[in-house]
């Protein structure tokens, strides 16, 4: 079957709490009205922004890591891979979440929405980060147009290729962003390299127009 990609030539990886930047990307192509693929048959990678996201705390950034099964091994696409419940996971980034974030301007209006996300077990991770999704799309007034895709196709297949884009790992090679006030500002330098969970609590209804201010092109 031919994937449907090729028309709109964007697509992103799931992402469980995107970063901020991955985030700036879908809101500008969706302030375009344009269709949005997010990659569900690739051989699923290993410690991605796919199940993980970064936040910031009193003593630097954390890592919040949805923990997965691979139903089929190493060959197990992105949208067969299960999340497990053997840990208590969930409860555990909940509170790393309200301890951070607790403080910020905006906490109050966000934390019941996200609570609920995170603590409804879903089965699959494709499931839990598209619940994100819809959060923030209703959350930033954007009608995102979502279809996920149904054959995995090469890099060169895309025009605009977001599977690997701004990663955590690399933050030399991400865009420059306008500084914003973080929590803990008065005792660490301005990070943008973390989750859209800390724009939004910051900055609230301001996100929208600050992720559509972002360059993504300038490094």
Known sequence: ???KACEENIIFPTSYFPPLFLAAAMAQHASKKETIFIEDCETFPKQTLRN????????????????IFRTQGNHTTTREIGICYTERWNVNHWRAIVSAYNSSPYFLYYRDDVEAIINNRYSKLIDLNDAITVFLAKKLKLNFNIQHTTDF???????????DRFSYKHPET???????????NDRMPFNPNVSILDLLFNLGPETKDYLLSIDLETE
Do not use: C, W
Request: proline content about 5%; aromatic content about 10%; charged content about 15%.
């Open 1 to 3: 079957m031919e994937n």
């Open 52 to 67: 993980r996201t970064v936040i910031l705390t009193a003593n630097g950034t954390m890592t919040l890591s949805v923990p």
């Open 153 to 163: 196709l090469a890099k060169e297949s895309y025009t605009h290729d977001y599977r």
């Open 174 to 184: 991400l865009p420059k962003a306008n500084v914003y006030s973080q929590v803990f």
